[in-house]
């Protein structure tokens, strides 16, 4: 079993920047792609970015394109998201998954809210 944990979010001004953590914890963690969904008021499920674990390959929504970054803490198991010139659209609870090799989501942590006002 993988355990993921989120932290980092927030409540925020637009324009502020924000900074997610994934933290793996369990079995040997080696994943395909650690990916970051968001659920807003409108959207149940919205793909946010994806880090790719073995080569760092990164893939970003459209509205998160310039603006957030996926990385990877050297060593170990963890994943950031980094948000910056956050807007109110950006409210959502944010999660991350782990993606297989056949783009399943097979882990997920329990989310993280990020609240950006105007």
């Known amino acids: 079993q993988v355990q993921l944990v989120e932290s980092g979010g927030g409540t925020v001004q637009a324009g502020d920047s924000l900074r997610l953590s994934c933290e793996a914890s369990?079995?040997?963690?080696?994943?395909?792609?650690v990916d970051w969904f968001r659920r807003t008021l409108r959207k149940e499920r919205e793909f946010v970015a994806a880090f790719t674990w073995g080569d760092a390959t990164t893939f970003y929504g459209d509205f998160a394109k310039g603006r957030f970054t996926a990385s990877r803490e050297n060593g170990k198991n963890i994943v950031y998201l980094q948000m910056n010139d956050l807007k109110p659209e950006d409210t959502a609870v944010y999660y991350c998954?782990?993606?297989?090799?056949?783009?399943?989501?097979?882990?997920w942590g329990q989310g993280t809210q990020v609240t950006v006002s105007s």
């Open positions: 369990g079995r040997t963690f080696n994943p395909y792609k």
């Open positions: 998954a782990t993606e297989n090799v056949f783009g399943q989501n097979d882990y």
